[in-house]
Each structure stands twice: as structure tokens, then as C-alpha cells.
């Protein structure tokens, strides 16, 4: 059983930055992909970025790309989620996920975190 935690979220300025942690437990971190997803309120949750296990593969949504950068650290069983340029409409509850092959859809995911609010005023 894989038990992830977000931590980082926070109230920002737009234009502003931050840095989301994910720690992973109970499992091989170097075994699976992680991912980011957000979810805005009144809105579906939506993929943000993945990477691959060893970390040489990243992908982003065209919204955040040039602007996020996903990162981990096996030895540390830690995946972040760097943003940067934040926009009001990057406010959300992020969610980091584990899955067996870097994907972007949710069900090819199979542990989530609780989640951590990131709010971006304008």
C-alpha cells in the first residue's frame, strides 16, 4: 500500500512561485511514475504533469508548460512540483498520484494523496 503526501500549498500573489513536495511510503518509489493533478472548485480535477520513474521522461498540459517543472528524488522518495508565474487560474487543490507507466489519465493511476490548496490572488 502506497501512502503519498502533499505538502507546499499555500496563498500566493499572482506572478509569484512555489514548490510542492509529494512523499511517498510504503512501496518502491523508483517502481512507478508520479504524477500532479489539480482540481478547481466546480471543476473536474485535471491532469498537470507526470514523470517517469527514473525521471528521464516529463510531460506537462499545455497551460502550464514553460511555467512548472516536475522533479524527483528517488533516494529521497520525493517528487515536487515547481511552479512558477502563478496565475489565479492555477488555483486548485493539487494532487499527487502514483501509476505503474507515466500517463495522464486518472484511472491509470492507483494511489493519491489527500491533496494541498494552492490559492493565487490576482
Known amino acids: 500500500q502506497v501512502q503519498l503526501v502533499e505538502t507546499g500549498g499555500g496563498l500566493v500573489q499572482a506572478g509569484e512561485s512555489l514548490r510542492l513536495s509529494c512523499a511517498a511510503s510504503?512501496?518502491?518509489?523508483?517502481?512507478?511514475?508520479m504524477g500532479w493533478f489539480r482540481q478547481a472548485p466546480g471543476k473536474e480535477r485535471e491532469f498537470v504533469s507526470v514523470?517517469?520513474?527514473?525521471?528521464?521522461?516529463?510531460y506537462y498540459t499545455d497551460s502550464v508548460k514553460g511555467r512548472f517543472t516536475i522533479s524527483r528524488d528517488n533516494a529521497k522518495n520525493t517528487v515536487y512540483l515547481q511552479m512558477n508565474s502563478l496565475k489565479s487560474e492555477d488555483s486548485g487543490v493539487y494532487y499527487c498520484?502514483?501509476?505503474?507507466?507515466?500517463?495522464?489519465?486518472?484511472?491509470?493511476?492507483?494511489?493519491w494523496g489527500q491533496g494541498t490548496q494552492v490559492t493565487v490572488s490576482s
Open positions: 498520484a502514483s501509476a505503474p507507466w507515466p500517463r495522464t489519465a486518472e484511472s491509470e493511476f492507483n494511489y
Open positions: 510504503g512501496g518502491t518509489f523508483s517502481s512507478y511514475a
Open positions: 514523470i517517469s520513474r527514473g525521471g528521464t521522461f516529463t
